[in-house]
C-alpha cells in the first residue's frame, strides 16, 4: 500500500529547530516528488518547498526560504523538513506529500504533523 | 505569490449541483493546465480530486469535474451529498512561486 507516515506531534520553543520526518512505502521513493505543505490553525493550506528525491535538489517558496531545509535518505525512504528559528506563528500541522505521475498534483499525502511553539 | 481566490462558502442541498471558483492570475491559471482540486474533512489530510484542470484520479466520483476558462478554474459537485460537506482547495502550478493554493471554500451540504 502507497503511504506516507510522518513523525509525531513536537512542542517546541520559540529559538528551537524541529524536524520533521515524511517516511514513503509501497512505490519506489526516487522516482517521485516530495512536496511539503503547511496548515497553521484553521487557515488554509500553503506550499512550502519540494524536493527531487531522485537527485536531491530543492526548491521553496519566497516566503519559507529563510525558514526551512528540505533533505531525503533515500536509504530510509524518507523525506525530512527542518524549520529553523522556530516562532508562535510557525505552530502548524505540517504534510509531506508525494508529486503524482501527473505533474503538480499531490495524489498521497502524510497524517500531517502537528507542530506547537510556546514559551 | 498571493493565493489564488475562492469563495469561503458554498452551500446547497442534498441532491444540488454547486460550483467552486478559483481564480488566479495570468502566470498560474491563466497559462497552466495544471490546476487541481483537493477536499479536506476536518482534521484530516487533503484528498485530491481532479488533476490537470478537468480529470479525476481513479476512485474519485463522478460527480466531480472540473473545468477552466481564462484565468478562472472551477469545481463542480452535482447530485451534493452529506459525506461532500468538506473545505475544498485549488491549487496551480506557477510560473513563479512554482505552486499556490486556493485561499479554500467551505461546502455546507
Known amino acids: 500500500q502507497v503511504q506516507l507516515a510522518q513523525s509525531g506531534a513536537e512542542v517546541k520553543k520559540p529559538g528551537d529547530s524541529v524536524k520533521v520526518s515524511c517516511k514513503a512505502s509501497?512505490?519506489?521513493?526516487?522516482?517521485?516528488?516530495i512536496h511539503w505543505v503547511r496548515q497553521a490553525p484553521g487557515q488554509r493550506l500553503e506550499w512550502m518547498g519540494w524536493i527531487n528525491v531522485g537527485n536531491g535538489n530543492t526548491k521553496s517558496s519566497q516566503r519559507f526560504q529563510a525558514k526551512v531545509t528540505i533533505t531525503r535518505d533515500t536509504s530510509a525512504t524518507t523525506a525530512y523538513l527542518e524549520l529553523n528559528s522556530l516562532t508562535s506563528e510557525d505552530t502548524a500541522i505540517y504534510y509531506c506529500?508525494?508529486?503524482?505521475?501527473?505533474?503538480?498534483?499531490?495524489?498521497?499525502w502524510g497524517q500531517g504533523t502537528m507542530v506547537s511553539v510556546s514559551s | 505569490q498571493s493565493a489564488l481566490t475562492q469563495p469561503a462558502s458554498v452551500s446547497g442541498s442534498p441532491g444540488q449541483s454547486i460550483t467552486i471558483s478559483c481564480t488566479g492570475i495570468s502566470s498560474d491559471v491563466g497559462v497552466h493546465n495544471y490546476v487541481s482540486w483537493y477536499q479536506q474533512h476536518p482534521g484530516k489530510a487533503p484528498k485530491l480530486m481532479i488533476y490537470?484542470?478537468?480529470n479525476r484520479p481513479s476512485g474519485v466520483s463522478n460527480r466531480f469535474s472540473g473545468s477552466k476558462s481564462g484565468n478562472a478554474a472551477s469545481l463542480t459537485i452535482s447530485g451534493l451529498q452529506p459525506e461532500d460537506e468538506a473545505d475544498y482547495y485549488c491549487t496551480s502550478y506557477t510560473s513563479n512561486s512554482p505552486w499556490v493554493f486556493g485561499g479554500g471554500t467551505k461546502v455546507t451540504v
Open positions: 506529500a508525494r508529486e503524482s505521475e501527473w505533474f503538480a498534483a499531490f495524489d498521497i
Open positions: 490537470d484542470v478537468s
Open positions: 509501497g512505490y519506489t521513493f526516487t522516482n517521485y516528488a
